[in-house]
């Protein structure tokens, strides 16, 4: 019985600590990504050529890690027909929320970005409904209405509102929910399951190079004109760095904890997001108005989740045919909202 009792409350212990890791590399990411892009700060306004760098270094990494060092596993089951019918759509539709999002940094405060991102569930509940994914309810019906009030109220109270910043956000919102109802699309048509890491390593290469594409046009003259290519490259490795290791920090999370305390964690993740930018970022004004509108909003995240949950649960979901370390790839949206590389911090 101590025995039990000890590793019990070293398995709870370690299940915390996974948790504040994630909550830190999440949030920091963040605010890494502001810091590197912001023209008041390290001033490398290239949000495409960032993202594309995450890609090649994430790639790059998850090669030498499963098939060189061989240290992490990549799940098998991988065609030619799949991966051409299945993950080059998620591939770029992960680029598009990636580029766009970050480039919404360049328009918009950290706060008020991750209170438009709030919106994510109606995006991904309307997408979902339209591919007969989801099914329309009273109850769904009210908890959308409930989050779009939210994030309209969070919006009429910015200051300083930048309308190109939340065309970019809003296109990045709706790359992310077409990616995660490709995925879903994926796991349950597909019968193929992926943990983060084999996400990455299937995903990462393709998504490389659906950016390189539009960087050659939109941003490389650019930075051949500026002379950027001489930036310092320490900056830009760190960076890349925190990104894989907040990659590497959700497959622990996923693979340590409940379904429940993943999306607990991104509530609080986001708070954390708001509130700590407000102090490290000068073009972050919060207002009631604002903080209101966002806590009316991710009440209705809340019971969205709250929602999923229990039809995760019911007999017959999903949730009984896929191991629990795949299903947040589907559906625990605010773990992967990017921005980040791997969630769209």
């Known amino acids: 019985m101590a025995d039990r009792a000890i590793k019990s409350s070293r398995d709870g212990v370690l299940t915390y600590l996974y948790l504040l890791i994630y909550i830190a590399l999440s949030s920091g990411q963040i605010f890494f990504n502001k810091w590197v892009l912001s023209s008041k700060e390290i001033n490398f306004p290239y949000p495409l050529g960032l993202t594309l760098l995450h890609m090649v270094f994430s790639s790059v990494l998850c090669f030498v890690l499963t098939k060189v060092l061989k240290i992490l596993k990549v799940d098998e089951g991988m065609t030619l027909e799949i991966y051409t019918t299945s993950v080059i759509p998620i591939g770029a539709m992960f680029a598009m929320t990636l580029w766009l999002g970050n480039t919404a940094y360049l328009y918009i405060s950290v706060a008020f970005a991750q209170m438009l991102k709030a919106i994510m569930p109606v995006a991904v509940f309307v997408l979902g409904v339209a591919a007969g994914l989801e099914v329309m309810s009273c109850r769904m019906l009210f908890i959308m ?23 970019y956000q809003m296109g990045g919102v709706v790359g992310e929910a077409l990616r995660l109802i490709f995925m879903e699309i994926f796991v349950k048509r597909k019968g193929l399951k992926l943990n983060p890491i084999s996400f990455m390593y299937y995903v990462s290469p393709c998504s490389a190079v659906c950016l390189f594409i539009p960087w050659i046009f939109l941003e490389k003259p650019k930075m051949d004109a500026s002379g950027m290519w001489n930036f310092p490259p320490l900056v830009l490795i760190l960076n890349c760095l925190c990104t894989f290791a907040l990659n590497l920090s959700v497959f622990l999370v996923i693979s340590h904890t409940s379904a429940l305390t993943i999306r607990v964690a991104g509530v609080v993740k986001d708070w954390v997001v708001v509130l700590v930018s407000a102090l490290l970022f000068a073009d972050t004004q919060l207002t009631v108005i604002n903080l209101l509108g966002y806590g009316i909003a991710i009440s209705g995240v809340v019971a969205y989740n709250n929602h999923k949950l229990k039809k995760e649960a019911s007999p017959g979901s999903s949730k009984d045919l896929q191991p629990e370390e795949s299903i947040p790839m589907v ?6 909202v990017p921005t980040r590389s791997f969630v769209v911090v």
Do not use: D, H, K, R
């Not at 989050?147 to 910043?165: F, K, R």
């Not at 559906?331 to 992967?336: A, E, K, S, V, Y």
């Open 331 to 336: 559906q625990l949206w605010n773990i992967q």
């Open 145 to 167: 209405s409930v989050i779009s009030l939210g994030v309209v109220i969070a919006s009429y109270g910015e200051i300083s509102i930048s309308w190109i910043g939340v065309v």
